[in-house]
Structures are given as C-alpha cells and as structure tokens.
C-alpha cells in the first residue's frame, strides 16, 4: 500500500513538473525569413527579460508555414501559442473568433503603428495581430549596370521600359540576367507578384457578381507578358524561385531587377550580405494601363490563436517583438539599416534609420500608396491588392499559381493555364455558394 501511495505521489509530481515546464513555455511557429531568424537569435534577450518564459521555435518556409498554421487554428490543434500571419488571415481569423483580439498599454503606443497596418490587420476596429514587419513592392534595380546601358529608371516605370532594361542588363555569357520575379506556385508566392501585375494591365480577379474573370483578355496579356519576360531576360529555373531563392541571386550580383517585397531592401543594401550592396536604387511598382493594385500591401505579424493555455505570456511576447524598443534593440546589434521596417512611423522619422539607408522614401511611399478598397481598374466586390479577403481565396490561390507556374515551366499554354484557372476559381466559388 505504501509503494502504491510512494507511486502515486511520484506520479502527480511528476505530472505537475512537466505540466509547469510546459505552461512556461511558448511555441511560436514563424517564417524563415531574415527578420524572425535574427528575432530567434535575440531569444536570450527576451528570455533574461522574463525569466519565466521559454521559447520554443518552429520555423518553417512560407507556403508550408501557411499550410500548417491554417490546419492547427482551424482543427484547434493547439500546437502554437503565437502564429505568424498574414494580412488575409488575420481579419477572416478573427471574425471566427479564432484570434485572441490585442490591447496593449500606453508605452507599446499602438498609434504609432501607420494606420495601413492596423487597418489591415484588424477586424470591426479590434487588432487581431501585430505587425512585426510590414511591406509593399517595389522595384530593386543595379543602378551600375542601368547606367551601362545607357538607360534612366523613372519612378514610376511602364512594363515596357522594364522589359527593355532587362534586356539591356542581360548578359547571360557572365551569368547576369535582366530580371528576377517569383515563379513558384502559391497564392502568396508567385501570386501575390502576378496578381499586382495583373491588376495594372487592367485584369481582376472577380466580377462584380463573384463571377471569375481569370479567362479575361486583361490577364491572358499580363501572363503572357510574364513568361515572356522571365523566359528571354529572367534565370533558368525561375519556376522554383520564390524570395529567398530570388534574394539570393540578387545579392551575388546576378539580377539586374527584381520587383519584390520592400522589406528585401534592407538585405539587398547591407554589404555583410549582398556583393552589390552599394549599386542598389530603387522605384516604385511598373504599371501598364493603371497604377491601382500595382504594389501590394503586407503585414508579416504575430497574433495568438484562440486556443493557446497561455494566452499572458504570448501576448508578453507578442508586445516584446513588435515594440519599439524591439526595433531599437535590433538597431543596437546590427545597425538602423537592418531593422524590420513598414510597421511604425517613429521608424521612418528616426534621423539614424534616415542615415542608415537608401531606400527608406522608396518603401514608405509604397506602403502608402498600396489602397486594398480601390486595387483594380473596374469595381470589384472584393477588398485586398494581392488577394482577395475571402476564405476561398487561399484554394483558388493555390491552384491557380500552379496553372501560372505551368506555363512559365513551358508545361503548358498561357491561355490553356488561364482557362484551367477558370475553372478551378469557378467550381470552389460554386461549391462556397456565392452563385
């Protein structure tokens, strides 16, 4: 009877230890960008800062991190207390009521977020997560070899003066071509470029009755000129680029220009990583017949999903990366030019980020001007530049990028990738009961 009694106390402590172990730690599931690997690498800093709190890190790529933060919140998996997220996840998300909503106090000065962010991120006037890093696109471009060719980048360039840069800085016998864009499929991958490039040649994803459009003659151009350009000026194998893959290239020298993320900048200038560091300009997004929805509009945050047992401490975390005094903390460590950008306009106001770099107009002036209510040249029902908010996006997304992708591969033709397209969008938003 008293080994039983001895046993069972062992067990209930036991049970307690690893049940106090794990309510002070917190699983964070986080792309593998740049900004969240060096956000990992300050864990130390977070962790002296609050002695009873552990972080535990999954990192994981883009398309993989979506496909696995979607599964968990939706199914209640309750495998992460802190989930990176998107501006389309974070307002259909917190509708569900699947988002613990943020209120932070005076010192974490919620205003200075740019009201782009918050807007973006929030639902019925409730934050639902904080941005860590926000973005628009715009052009990055090796102001050397521009000058080379004898040829001026205006701000805002036509596709037509892009595609003849990029012939002009193409020389594939030194491996150095015009252009780098997103090839790989996936509705934030190399849709979130096509879609901002499609919607400047005119081209939108919905009718105003819900109807696709995809099949449009707005598109069928756009694509078309896609996989041209890419084809003749662009890296062999761009169908598996995506920004990683692209940033990359871009920092040994071997693109000309690429049209990405804002945030790239802050990478492509800093000659710890880039060989072409000091050769980098900058412009806003091409443009074809309009400039609405030709950058787009991005928050990487982090928010808590509903479910998590330690809703305290992730939101101790949460306020700890988004903060101000986050920013001032990367700054301390690797200099003004490296820290995350598009969330707060103290950022943007701070003499020695203005000193530190070359592309802090250029971004900011993306970020404002990105409109997610007026992206298209027709009215659309739907808001967002590089997506549609709609739950059904993310499918449609996914499947229509593997259709663009096809074709950039040369698997198949652009209008027989548009027209499978069609129908893909037609059956899922069918099947949603929108018609």
Known sequence: MKALRKSALALALSTTTALSAWAGELTIATVNNGHMIEMQKLTPEFEKANPDIKLNWVTLEEGVLRQRVTTDISTKGGQFDVMTIGMYEAPIWGKNGWLVPLEFDADYDVDDILPAMRGGLSYEGKLYAAPFYGESSMIMYRKDLLDKAGMTMPDNPSWGHIEDAAAAMT????????????????????????????NSFGAKWFNEDWTPDLDSPAWNHAVNFYVNLLTKYGPPGSEGNSFNEILALMNEGKCGMWIDATIAASFVTDPKQSKVADKMAFAQSPIAVTNRGANWLWAWSLAIPAGTKQADDAKTFVKWATSKAYIELVASKNGWGSVPTGTRQSTYDNPDFKAATTFDEAELKAILSANPSNSTQDKTPYVGVQFAAIPEFQAIGIAVGQQITAALAGQTSVEEALANAQQAADREMRKAGYY
């Open 171 to 198: 020389d594939k016998a030194s491996g150095t071509y015009g252009i780098c864009l997103r090839g790989k499929p996936g509705w934030g991958d190399n849709m979130a470029f096509m879609t901002t490039m499609a």
